[in-house]
């Protein structure tokens, strides 16, 4: 899965997202997926755990 961005859905691709501060959660008007953003410490945990399958 590509990493979320705060202007476009990870999952359809839409750009009718909106990123609301308070819960740090991407979420696309379209699809309603919700991605929430990784601090960068997890963020490279999970890219190593999938490195190694």
């Known amino acids: 899965m590509a990493k ?7 999952e359809c ?3 009718n997202v909106h990123y609301n501060e ?7 008007r379209d699809c309603g ?3 929430e953003e990784m601090a960068p410490e997890r963020e490279k ?9």
Do not use: L
């Open 4 to 10: 979320p961005r705060k202007d476009e859905c990870a």
């Open 22 to 28: 308070e819960k740090e959660q991407i979420v696309c």
């Open 45 to 53: 945990q999970f890219e190593k755990a999938h490195d190694q399958k």
């Open 13 to 15: 691709g839409s750009k």
């Open 33 to 35: 997926a919700i991605f």
